[in-house]
């Protein structure tokens, strides 16, 4: 095993979790105000890998030798709309409004960067909806203010129990970090214990 400090480049609770159920040490490094603005002519399928690079691009001036940094961006994508966080608890009603009772594709795309490697990878998962009611949809966004999400939901929360009919692919990767590919790519690195 690679003697490696890992650093996750994120505040984010759920990702926290994710990543420390890999069994391997790492520490919280974030530096606000990162632009996390892509090209109007990105394919929407390649926006959360691009966000993702972009972030390692302002921790790649700071790593020391033995460091690799982990960036991450998850998107939601319904149709031809990218869903990211909701300014108020109106956009966020309409976000859901616009799930419901349809399928829509969750997007993360991860970059893991040391001062002589980069990678980068993107994990979609399809995530189906039932048609969710006015006062469903009101009681979630009103206690649980989800803000901070994309596509305005958390799976994990009450929304996800009472809502999500189906998914294809990782329900890790809907909470915003694939682990599984995460630790696939750790290995390419070394950095698993037992590789």
Not at 61 to 68: K, N, R, S, T
Not at 74 to 100: F, N
Not at 149 to 154: D, I, S, V
Not at 177 to 195: D, M, S, W
């Amino acid at each position: 095993m690679v003697d490696c400090h890992i650093i996750l480049a994120s505040n984010s609770p759920r990702r926290k979790e994710l990543l420390s159920g890999l069994d391997i040490p790492f520490e919280v490094r974030v530096i606000k105000g990162i632009d996390e603005s892509y090209p109007d002519s990105l394919p929407t399928q390649s926006i959360a890998e691009y966000i993702s690079r972009k972030k390692a691009m302002a921790y790649r001036a700071m790593i020391a030798p033995d460091e690799l940094v982990i960036t991450a961006d998850t998107v939601v994508i319904l149709g031809d709309e990218v869903m990211g966080k909701p300014k108020d608890d109106a956009d966020a009603c309409r976000m859901l409004h616009a799930l419901s009772g349809r399928t829509h594709q969750v997007i993360t795309g991860v970059t893991l960067t040391t001062r002589e490697r980069q990678t980068s990878f993107s994990v979609e998962t399809g995530v189906s909806f039932k048609q969710l009611s006015d006062e469903e949809i009101d009681y979630y966004v009103s206690h649980y203010h989800p803000l901070d999400k994309a596509g305005a939901y958390g799976i994990q929360e009450w929304i996800g129990h009472i809502g999500v009919t189906g998914m294809q692919g990782s329900y890790f990767n809907v909470m915003g970090l694939p682990v599984q590919r995460i630790y696939e790519a750790l290995k390419t690195f070394g950095i698993v214990p037992f590789v």
